[in-house]
């Protein structure tokens, strides 16, 4: 396995996978997208974008409550 595909291995176990002791929320298409992605071994520095946009939104909302 090259380290690309090992370290996304290794933040799909920890933050995204449905044992993950650290997950965090996401909508369960981008969920399956990636957990796909992993298994065909479609790894891609642009694996993690879309998770990534979802959680930046999440926070935002979460921070405008908070300020309201």
Known sequence: KSFLTTRAQA???EFISD???K?????????K???DDLL????????FNAAEDE???????NKLF???
């Open 33 to 35: 997208q990636i957990r």
């Open 55 to 61: 959680i930046i939104k999440l926070m935002v909302i």
């Open 66 to 68: 908070i300020l309201t």
């Open 11 to 13: 933040i799909y176990d």
């Open 40 to 47: 065909s071994g479609n790894v891609t520095n642009q694996l």
């Open 23 to 31: 997950q965090v929320n996401l909508k369960s298409v981008n969920q």
């Open 19 to 21: 044992n993950a002791p």
